[in-house]
């Protein structure tokens, strides 16, 4: 019988249920119940178009039906209608909304494989693809020419992110120009990310000067991401300009004050900031510095979610140990494939939490596995462990001790000392070159290298506690993975 990497994620297979859709309006204490996972990762993708509200659609929808009857309009009559309305009109509006409509329907357009089409048809969906990139990025340069700002950026965007170039890649020699364009016209967005362009040399010469005028002109509009920028660079001295922690604090809380879901990022920076204190600039405010990181968590931000998931389950920053938020605050960075949240989750799932999260070996099985798929060595080892250990009747033993030799074979490259000492006993001739082992088996228990010093923090076969005291007192189970 011949088993290949697929066979893996029957290893524990489970009924599939749709994870649990989070509404971020409840109070966490109710959303406590991490989704289960389906490994389908966050984020729409979208491209931002502009830096001002987007008005209401300027054409002429009355074709579409309402409710049910709208599916009965093919998808490519309701292109040509739209197409009708930008033709009928010379308004740089209405042919920008067409031109983006174009590239919205590109990107949600499904991509048919060998395995649902034949090739023919996946050429045919291919060519459609480009046909209609061809024509959005074609009247986007007319109005671009024609001193359109909005059309300017998209098309910059589109160009700084492969769409309607060459091979899909990249080109900033065409999207720089244009978002300096944009920018000299006053769209903020263009602005900052001329910035971008001049501080990392995409599309034209790295010159840190050049970036913070245009982060400035940018700052001056309050666009978060300009001012946070500016902020950092004030704190740590960077762009040429001199270390100035009261200035940069300044900027900081500007940004905060107008963070989006784009850019919460001043709010994380904030709060770590206020956790440890800026000597004459910010005292030390734990309540604050988690209000902080909770307004970011709320607009998605996956560090500023994870940190307050370590808050709760530990008691840091003045917060309580409460096993439902910690679980509703990893849940939300673990959803946009935060690897330590991931992981975090699986110690959750394997001891579970009293009418919290009930106990899952399945569940921390498969977040472990998402977060070594993301290369963090010690999940790498928890999935190398459980296929080892917690076997199935339908696999043989050389199977899963092979699949758990690669997994240790990961994590035992970056270093991790139980992933090497499983390697010693397992396969030998496995281990990675070039990292220094422990020589003897009890130099190894004893978690030293072959030089005496330590391997680690902590013992390399001893049982280990994976969860916090508060869930050694919910249930005393010992872990040896985490």
């Known amino acids: 019988m011949e088993y290949d990497d697929d066979d893996e994620e029957d290893f524990y297979a489970r009924p599939q249920t749709p994870p649990r859709t989070i509404d971020q309006r409840q109070h966490p204490q109710q959303l406590f119940t991490p989704a ?67 590239i919205d329907a590109v990107k949600s357009l499904p991509i048919p494989t060998l395995a649902t089409a034949n090739q023919l048809e996946i050429e045919k969906v291919s060519e459609k693809r480009e046909d209609m990139i061809r024509e959005a990025t074609g009247l986007l340069k007319k109005l671009a020419d024609r001193g359109h700002p909005d059309s300017q950026y998209f098309l910059a965007d589109c160009y700084a992110n492969g769409i309607g170039t060459v091979r899909g890649r990249q ?3 065409r999207a720089y120009p244009l978002f300096v364009l944009a920018a000299k016209h006053g769209h903020t967005d263009a602005a900052y990310r001329s910035g971008t362009c001049c501080e990392n040399g995409w599309g034209c010469r790295r010159e840190s000067s050049k970036a913070v005028q245009f982060y400035r002109k940018a700052g001056a509009a309050s666009h978060p991401g300009a001012m946070y920028r500016l902020g950092l660079a004030e704190l740590n001295g960077e762009l040429g300009l001199a270390k100035s922690p009261r200035e940069g604090v300044k900027w900081l809380k500007r940004s905060a004050e107008h963070a989006t879901a784009e850019f919460p990022h001043a709010l994380h920076e904030l709060a770590l900031l206020h956790e440890r204190g800026v000597d004459n600039v910010l005292f030390v405010d734990y309540e604050y510095a988690a209000e902080l990181l909770a307004q970011a968590a709320e607009l998605g931000y996956a560090p ?33 494939n935060h690897r330590d949240a991931c992981f975090a989750l699986t110690a959750w799932y394997l001891v579970g ?88 088996p009890e130099a190894a228990v004893a978690g030293a290298d072959d030089d005496g010093e330590p391997l680690d923090d902590g013992p390399s076969l001893g049982v280990t506690k994976g969860v916090s005291e508060l869930r050694k007192k919910e249930k005393d189970k010992d872990c040896v993975i985490m």
């Open 36 to 102: 289960p996972f389906n490994g389908t990762p966050a984020g729409s993708g979208q491209i931002n178009r502009s830096n001002t509200p987007s008005p209401p659609p300027l054409l002429d929808h009355s074709h579409l039906r309402p409710g049910a009857q709208a599916s009965l309009l093919s998808y490519e009559r309701t292109l040509a209608l739209y197409r009708e309305n930008a033709k009928k009109t010379n308004l740089p509006e209405v042919q920008y909304e067409f031109a983006v409509f174009m």
């Open 304 to 336: 500023s979610a994870y940190k307050l998931g370590e808050c709760y389950e530990y008691g840091k920053m003045g917060c309580p140990q409460d096993p439902a938020l910690s679980i509703h605050y990893y849940n939300i960075a673990a959803q946009q």
């Open 171 to 173: 080109d900033f020699d």
């Open 353 to 440: 939490s009293p009418g919290v999260l009930p106990q899952s070996d399945t569940e921390a099985y498969l977040w472990a596995k998402k977060a070594a798929e993301q290369g963090l060595p010690k999940a790498q080892y928890a999935v190398g462990y459980f296929t080892e250990v917690y076997r199935r009747t339908n696999f043989p033993l050389r199977y899963l001790t092979a699949r758990a030799i690669q997994w240790y074979k990961k994590a035992a490259e970056t270093g991790d000392k139980r992933a090497i000492q499983r390697l010693r006993t397992l396969a030998p001739n496995a281990l990675p070159q070039n990292i220094r082992y422990p020589k003897t």
